[in-house]
């Protein structure tokens, strides 16, 4: 793999003249009105042609039509594609984080292929769900599944990151019966680590990734310990055990509050003022907190967006141009089901990203 | 060897009792590369070998699992050309004696290695508080306080401290540990359900120690090692049942996973034929010279199978036609270097004997040095002998680093450098440090005719594609080529007296060339009768025409100049060997040994650091001053059908 070793402007010239170029096959406002505006998934399918996607969308083969799941599947093989370009171009000792960034699409699918033993899915249904890693991954999948047994399927990872943790909570899953306490150990774990990467840069390197890897953090902690509270209904120390006290904005006060029974709305509007209406979002928690997701997303795409600018040797760059990619990856997945389902625009524009901020 | 090899594509009608043996024979050839041919016949009999092929891929999956628990490491594919598809029933009932077998073995395997390391977890958790003198259910189950002694993951400590601020408690840790210490927890009885809770939310893994172990911790320990002792031999006899099942069914287990991963390979690959109503139609290509074998073969095979062939001509190829590449030994080793960049198409130009030819050349020329030319070679050979296991991925490279290194050599007669040092062999040529314009101009030459071969050869593509648009006003066509001719003859008249003719002579070739560029595109749509001739307006395009010829001649220019850094790292070269010399005498005057090791590391470090910074810069002058210049790529490598999955086709050896 081909590796710069140190960052500063040589190491980076290359990642950055590689990750512009491939910043620059991003859908542009115009390809996302075409793709709102597509009369049906035929047409957008056609349309996706024409975009950067296009070397994805056309290997189908002669005379088999694509699927919405298989539109979707394969959008998802460019953003994986992206990471990996973008791997080779880091310098060496910042790699680790991207490949933290990264494994958050393994813990998804080690998710999937979990509830898949739990539900008795077939492989095939399960497949589509996945991420598609394609050999940069440890995970043996369909081994894991077709076990049978969430304990098996553990055994299979002995030789992850992810076998500690797991192993660990497999008691309390024994003990419950639930995926539940295995899921939050694995994202407690995965956050925290990605969290350590970004204190592990170069002073340059850390002002630049803080912002965006803490934007995110924050996205997760903050929507956790809210829906932990709204849905789940749990008490005031599972809250702060399954959070995490750091963040970039979200403090741990913050955390500690909603989780005592503070005003939710009071402290989403301390912590993020330019967000408007909070209060109101929050009154209807079960339409209001998706929304608010979004509104926090946008916050973060936006913030990728600023990392473009100005001085532009340093580990922001890659790391915008991937969360960007699955933004846009997230986005894309709405519209395809969308058109699938003939769902007027009125009903999905709402829950658009990339493509409300192309075209507001 | 300057194309792709020529492939013929092969249609062939077979009677549907033959189709076994066919398949066989086409996968035992290898030289068969698959098309999908669906796009007649029943989508039902293809569905049914897609599940034939699905239910293969399974049964290897439960082979490779029972070798995994059996710790029996697949062997290569035995050498074979026949093979036949393998009787699924048969193979489910073989897998499920040995599984039957493998299975109750190994689970009791794991499970008494998972009691073994649930014991040490009991022990390491108890030896801490082993001076206690009251009994261990005083600590896992008191009466009158809340109290729980247990392991949690260290980043979980911190954060219950915090969740339980609002109520007293202790939290002890009895025993350090990176990952997971042993604590203690305790509170008041009537604060349980938030202890409770907390610790479980914390994942506070509890001692539940079974009520066979009992008395005090030091009674607990004694019986848990006496426990652990037992275990251990338990473990040591379950092994050797392992080991025993391991040679009973390793040789079976090897000769079932090949069987079925060469039947799951033919039965994907007629899922992939077109079912008529009594025949099958497999559709592919064989290369050209194995057609008469491949032809003979499957007529022997099968007397009654149609054989239609094809052969492609370069000229009128279709974008799907297999791409295998000729190239072996020497020149199979700047192949890489070529497909790196892309795979060539089938009707242009393979440029991987004009990359082997000009590769070492430009490398030579940037790091001519007898001594260093003779160590790159060195390793090279090192490298490609495989003889370090350590180096055994780089192993590709090393042809290209020995061939590079020996044209150093030959430069470094040429240049008289040898380990830098520029007074003991007398220079053929020249010495680029004391003759810096005539190196840069030397350099500035080559340039000139390497882009003006790469002109010539996209001129020749096009005239194979047909594509007369491109071979005649393309900036990198006819046009273009009488462009950059005239303005280097100009600029020779402009600079020097060597001009024989009246720049009036080239001012026209240059006026004609350069409008030919501005106006390539509508001049493309008048050949090829596409209409409009103008697409966005008059305006638009005008403005991009003469964009279009300012491109033009800036990239001229730039990729005549790159060509500079030829002669600049000839002379950083030197200078740079100069420099090691300067060090070294500053590090020992009298040329003691620190003026040997500064010389020794110094040379090390140009070998390395430059011979690395060089490769790069002749790998950029190749893709982006000669490659861009003619080659389009994008062909599909040739994967032909083979009984030997793991070994590689032609474009990958």
């Not at chain 1, 620059?24 to 996607?53: C, N, R, V």
């Not at chain 1, 050999?135 to 055994?155: D, Q």
């Amino acid at each position: 793999m081909l590796l710069t070793p140190r960052g500063g402007i040589s190491g980076y010239a290359y990642t950055h003249a590689r990750v512009r170029a491939m910043y620059s096959t991003l859908l542009s406002p115009h390809q996302w009105a075409k793709l709102y505006d597509a009369a049906d998934f035929d047409i957008l399918t056609a349309m996706l042609k024409e975009t950067g996607y296009a070397p994805y969308i056309m290997v189908r083969a002669a005379g088999r039509k694509p699927t919405p799941r298989w539109v979707i599947y394969q959008t998802k093989r460019r953003m994986a594609d992206a990471y990996m370009t973008v791997f080779r171009s880091v310098p060496a000792r910042n790699y680790s984080l991207l490949v933290q960034l990264y494994r958050r699409f393994e813990i998804d699918n080690l998710k999937a292929v979990l509830r898949g033993i739990e539900t008795g899915a077939s492989w095939d249904s399960v497949l589509y769900v996945l991420f598609p890693l394609g050999e940069a991954t440890a995970l043996p999948a369909r081994t894991m599944l077709e076990g049978g047994s969430v304990p098996a399927a553990i055994e299979h990872l002995r030789r992850t990151p992810y076998y500690n943790t797991l192993s660990h909570a497999l008691r309390r899953y024994t003990a419950e019966q639930s995926l539940f306490p295995l899921e939050v150990a694995l994202d407690l774990s995965y956050w925290r680590t990605l969290w350590h990467e970004v204190n592990q840069l170069s002073r340059q390197d850390q002002a630049h990734a803080l912002p965006i890897v803490g934007a995110l953090l924050d996205m997760n902690n903050l929507m956790w310990a809210i829906r932990y509270r709204e849905y789940h209904h749990l008490s005031e120390e599972e809250i702060i055990n399954y959070t995490l006290p750091s963040g970039y904005r979200v403090r741990d006060e913050d955390i500690r509050a909603i989780a005592a029974g503070a005003d939710i709305a009071q402290i989403v509007t301390k912590i993020y003022p330019e967000l408007a209406n909070v209060d109101a979002l929050l009154r209807e928690p079960e339409s209001g907190l998706p929304a608010l997701e979004l509104q926090l997303q946008m916050q973060l795409a936006e913030q990728c967006r600023r990392a473009f600018i100005g001085y532009p040797f340093h580990i922001g760059i890659p790391l915008a141009y991937l969360v960007l990619t699955e933004l846009e990856s997230q986005d894309l997945t709405v519209i395809v089901e969308a058109k699938s389902a003939q769902m007027p625009a009125e009903r999905f524009r709402s829950q658009l990203l990339m493509g409300n901020i192309a075209h507001p | 060897m300057f194309y792709p090899q020529a492939m013929t594509e092969v249609e062939m009608v077979v009677p549907a009792k033959d189709l076994l043996t066919i398949t066989d024979a086409l996968a035992g050839q290898g030289v068969f590369h698959q098309a999908d041919g669906r796009y007649l016949g029943s989508k039902a009999e293809a569905g049914s070998w897609q599940e034939t092929a699905m239910t293969y891929s399974t049964l290897e999956r439960q082979i490779l699992v029972a070798m995994q628990a059996l710790g029996v490491v697949p062997d290569p594919p035995p050498q074979t050309e026949h093979a036949s598809l393998i009787d699924i029933e048969m193979v489910r009932l073989l897998l499920n004696q040995i599984e039957e077998d493998v299975q109750t073995a190994n689970e009791k395997l794991v499970g008494r290695k998972k009691r073994l390391e649930q014991l040490r977890s009991y022990l390491r958790q108890l030896e801490p508080i082993a001076d206690l003198d009251l009994d261990i259910r005083a600590l896992t189950k008191p009466e009158h306080i809340f109290s729980r002694l247990g392991v949690i993951p260290i980043a979980n400590l911190e954060r219950l401290q915090t969740s339980l601020a609002r109520i007293p408690f202790v939290l002890l840790t009895l025993r350090q540990d990176t990952q997971k210490p042993v604590v203690w927890l305790a509170g008041a009885k009537q604060d349980a359900d938030i202890l409770d809770r907390a610790a479980r939310s914390a994942y506070l893994d509890p001692l539940k120690i079974p009520p066979i172990h009992h008395g005090t911790p030091a009674d607990v320990i004694a019986s848990i090692h006496i426990a652990i002792e037992r275990q251990q031999q338990r473990l040591v006899e379950q092994e050797a049942v392992i080991s025993s099942l391991r040679e009973l069914h390793a040789q079976q287990l090897q000769l079932l996973l090949w069987r079925v991963r060469v039947s799951r390979m033919l039965a994907g690959a007629i899922s992939r034929f077109d079912k008529l109503r009594y025949t099958y139609l497999i559709v592919g290509w064989v290369p050209s010279d194995k057609l008469a074998r491949f032809t003979q073969l499957i007529r022997k095979t099968s007397k009654e199978t149609l054989i239609d062939t094809t052969p492609i001509k370069r000229e009128t190829a279709k974008q799907d036609v297999p791409i295998a590449l000729q190239g072996s030994g020497m020149l199979g080793a700047f192949q890489g270097l070529v497909t790196n960049y892309a795979q060539p198409r089938y009707e242009e130009i393979d440029p991987t004997l004009l990359m082997a030819l000009t590769f070492p050349i430009l490398f030579g020329a940037m790091f001519g040095d007898v001594g260093h030319g003779l160590v790159l070679a060195l390793l090279g050979w090192l490298l490609a002998s495989r003889k370090v296991q350590a180096l055994h991925n780089l192993a590709s490279l090393g042809s290209v680093i020995s061939i590079c290194g020996i044209s150093a050599t030959v430069f470094g007669f040429l240049y008289g450098s040898i380990f830098g040092n520029e007074h003991i062999l007398p220079a053929l040529w020249f010495n680029p440090m004391e003759n810096i314009m005539q190196i840069l101009i030397a350099a500035v030459g080559a340039g000139v005719v390497l882009l003006s071969l790469g002109l010539l050869l996209n001129m020749f593509n096009a005239w194979l594609a047909r594509d007369w648009g491109r071979l005649v006003f393309d900036k990198n066509g006819l046009a273009g080529l009488v462009l950059y001719w005239s303005l280097l003859g100009l600029a020779v008249g402009l600079f020097t007296d060597m001009l024989t003719v009246p720049p009036v002579v080239l001012i026209i070739p240059t006026a004609i060339a350069s409008l030919s560029v501005m106006l390539s595109e509508m001049l493309k749509h008048l050949i090829e009768g596409h209409r409009p001739l103008v697409e966005d307006g008059i305006g638009t395009y005008a403005i991009q025409a003469f964009f279009e010829l300012f491109e033009t001649l800036i990239g001229f220019l730039s990729n005549s100049l790159s060509y500079v850094r030829v002669g600049a790292f000839a002379v950083a070269h030197g200078g740079l060997s100069a420099v090691i010399f300067i060090l070294a005498e500053m590090a020992s005057p009298s040329r003691g040994i620190g003026y040997w090791t500064v010389l020794a590391l110094g040379n090390l470090f140009i070998v390395g650091f430059e011979g690395l910074v060089v490769g790069i810069q002749t790998m950029r002058l190749e893709y982006y001053e000669f490659f861009c210049k003619f080659f389009t790529g994008g062909g599909k490598p040739y994967q032909p059908l083979t009984l030997h999955p793991s070994a590689k086709g032609p474009n990958e050896a």
